[in-house]
């Protein structure tokens, strides 16, 4: 009897790191060195799932490169058929270089987006605008890319006379072709690109793969196709050597080109090979598989980001919160020690009528990894968090609030925050600032620069621990989020009974009178006629809050325009001066549209 065939230690720990990574398969489960149509299916999603949810910049730059790359495939090809007087075959045979530099370098290219995004968004995992947003901003690249290239090779010497004759002369051919005849190439050119993607998907080794690109390319040049990224490099080649018309050129020849090439890969080859897949095609394909899915307004009508990455675990199950007239959400990090920020919540909301409180213990993982949570984990993970939200369901039962209680794991924090306010509908997100917490690995995530461009609704952010909110300073110039700083701190006189005062700083002594007419206004109109009004006449803001906060209990103060969230990004949360006083600070933001240069940078 002969001993079973140990596997090899090297590809055992390759398979690990590859699943650890993606949730995709590393090798064949039958035949180790073939993958079945749904492994192939899997290994797609998992990557496509790491593309969808890219920075834009990321896509972009990207793309960026794949459309300048394309003007290697363009020099190329004219540089040879320039030098062999124009035989087909030898003009075309390198032709996939630059098709070969954006695959093995995993560039962004349009028409290979046809395949791996597209597999996503029929199977609801990313939304239909989360799809249009990737094509776009990689279609812009590409193009962006290709204008540069064209615009080297025309006003940079780099043809030879005859070599730029015949570049002419090509691109000339493409755009005198009829729209229909355009369209069937581009088509078939669509099938050959989205076909490679899935081939290159189903091969194990850099060698096949580069095999496969420089075969399948090189069907375009010789089978007289089109390719979008190409046509539009030869259209602006043409415009800008003052042989072509660009909106002409761009009707006429790229249009169709970029419909053929869509309609190709999208239909010739997704859709069907979605088709010859199996139902258990997301069996393991990164976190739940098919319990990922979106509903079918999700889907439709997803946010803008898309929704590919949800969480591992997300308990909140239809809470009788979203139901309430104003919700306030509560996301933790620490049920032990953040007791006292769903008593604040509690009594910010006490007086409301139909106010509910949805405490979320966000559970961040340090890995993407689907083996390392297995049902049985999850499990403990739902059970032990729901045993320490006892405490927070208590917080609401003694102050009569309703509440509602669920958990998120996610390898995420910051960035969930954001996913869990616009999935609970939420009015209004506390949270605590400090280390440990969940604004402290913001700076790290990738997508902050997205997630400021507007707040899906407003922002309170507690630094502090030790809460009273007995004696509250309350400063105002006015705005938006000083509105909603006093909106929280009326709330919180009438359900504490805090005494309020209000800080109002003028640039000197002759303004004295303005701005005490300007604070007795301000309070009359939000309602806090009985708090006490100081104005301070020193001109400067930071010290007169720093000397007031000291007599206090609480500070309640609206964001600048420089900001909250470009304050949390640069871990620069407090004017200097409050940073000296012990007093615990309620930062607020009002939801707005403001640019992302106002928000980052201020006005």
Request: aromatic letters at 8%; proline letters at 4%.
């Amino acid at each position: 009897m002969h001993d079973r065939e140990q596997p090899d230690p090297e590809e055992s720990v390759r398979e690990a790191v590859e699943r650890s990574r993606s949730g995709a398969p590393a090798v064949g489960a039958v035949v180790r060195d073939r993958f079945s149509s749904d492994e192939v299916f899997q290994r797609i999603v998992a990557a496509a799932d790491e593309e969808i949810t890219s920075g834009s910049r990321e896509l972009f730059f990207s793309a960026l490169a794949a459309g300048f790359a394309i003007t290697i495939t363009f020099l190329l090809y004219v540089s040879l058929y320039a030098s062999t007087g124009g035989d087909p075959v030898l003009s075309a045979l390198l032709y996939p270089l630059g098709f070969i530099y954006i695959i093995i370098g995993r560039y962004q290219l349009y028409t290979e987006n046809t395949l791996p995004p597209v597999a996503l968004t029929i199977e609801r995992i990313a939304s239909v605008p989360a799809l249009l947003r990737n094509w776009g901003v990689v279609l812009a690249g590409n193009f962006t890319g290709g204008a540069l290239g064209a615009a080297a090779l025309a006003w940079g010497g780099v043809f030879s006379p005859e070599a730029a004759t015949a570049a002419v002369s090509i691109s000339q051919k493409g755009v005198a072709t009829g729209w229909w005849p355009l369209f069937s190439k581009a088509a078939f050119a669509g099938l050959v690109v989205a076909g490679v993607v899935w081939v290159e998907y189903a091969a194990r080794d850099t060698i096949s793969r580069l095999a496969v690109v420089y075969l399948a390319f090189l069907a375009i040049p010789l089978g007289g196709l089109f390719h979008s990224v190409v046509s539009f490099t030869e259209l602006m080649y043409l415009v800008f050597v003052g042989e072509g018309a660009l909106l002409a050129g761009l009707w006429g020849f790229v249009l169709p080109v970029l419909l053929g090439n869509t309609i190709g890969g999208v239909l010739l080859v997704t859709v069907v090979n979605y088709f010859q897949t199996t139902e258990h095609r997301l069996e393991s394909a990164r976190f739940e598989g098919a319990d990922r899915q979106l509903s079918a307004d999700e889907w439709l009508f997803g946010r803008f980001a898309g929704r590919s990455y949800v969480p591992l675990i997300d308990t909140a199950d239809a809470p009788r919160a979203q139901d309430a007239e104003f919700n306030l959400l509560v996301p933790i990090a620490n049920p032990r020690t953040e007791t006292q920020l769903v008593e604040l919540a509690c009594r910010i909301v006490g007086e409301r009528e139909d106010a509910a409180v949805h405490v979320v213990h966000v559970v961040q993982t340090p890995e993407r990894s689907p083996r390392g949570y297995g049902a049985e984990q999850r499990r403990q993970i739902v059970a032990e968090s729901n045993e320490l939200l006892e405490d927070a369901r208590e917080t609401a039962r003694r102050h009569d609030v309703t509440c509602e209680t669920s958990t998120v794991v996610s390898h995420r924090s910051f960035e969930e925050i954001f996913d869990i306010a616009e999935r609970e509908n939420a009015d209004r997100v506390l949270m605590s600032w400090g280390d440990n917490r969940l604004w402290a690995s913001g700076r790290a995530e990738r997508p902050l620069s997205e997630l400021t461009r507007s707040l899906p609704c407003d922002f309170l952010v507690l630094d502090g621990d030790d809460l009273d909110a007995s004696r509250i300073l309350l400063p105002t110039a006015g705005g938006p989020n000083c509105e909603l700083s006093a909106d929280v701190t009326h709330a919180l006189q009438a359900s504490v009974g805090s005494e309020v005062t209000l800080l109002h700083v003028v640039d000197g002594p002759d303004d004295r009178d303005a701005g005490e007419q300007f604070l007795a206004d301000w309070a009359a109109d939000h309602d806090l006629e009985d708090a006490v009004r100081v104005v301070d006449d020193s001109g400067d803001v930071e010290r007169a809050i720093g000397r007031n906060a000291a007599d206090h209990t609480l500070v309640v103060i609206g964001a600048t325009e420089e900001g909250l969230l470009s304050r949390l990004a640069t871990d620069s949360l407090h004017y200097d001066v409050i940073e000296e006083v012990d007093v615990p600070i309620l930062f607020a933001e009002r939801a707005s549209d403001r640019s992302l240069r106002d928000r980052l940078f201020g006005r």
